[in-house]
Nanobody, 124 residues
């Protein structure tokens, strides 16, 4: 089993930045693809970014491309999401997820483990 715990969320003004962290425990996730998703109130969970097991390949939703950066530190069993140029449309609960596929993607069905989420609120 893999436990994922997100942190780093909060309230930020439009144009600001936040860095989310996802700490894994239970077993190493160095052989897992990892992803970030978000869910706004009343809306379905949507893909944000994914990173391959080695970190060599990344994949972003069009809405965050150029503003968000996903990275990982396998030695620390942690995945990050650097979010810049935030706008109110980025307000959501952000979830970290782990996939047994080495190269994960945007499909929630490909992910096996999920964190509890961290709230990000961007004020205008």
């Amino acid at each position: 089993q893999v436990q994922l715990v997100e942190s780093g969320g909060g309230l930020v003004q439009a144009g600001g930045s936040l860095r989310l962290s996802c700490a894994a425990s239970g077993r190493t996730v160095s052989r897992y693809g990892m992803g970030w998703f978000r869910q706004a109130p009343g809306k379905e969970r949507k893909f944000v970014a994914a990173i391959s097991w080695s970190g060599s390949t990344t994949y972003y939703a069009d809405s965050v491309k150029g503003r968000f950066t996903i990275s990982r530190d396998n030695a620390k069993n942690t995945v990050y999401l650097q979010m810049n140029s935030l706008n109110p449309e980025d307000t959501a609960v952000y979830y970290c997820a782990a996939s047994k596929y080495l190269y994960s993607n945007s499909d929630t069905n490909d992910y096996d483990y999920w964190g509890q989420g961290t709230q990000v609120t961007v004020s205008s």
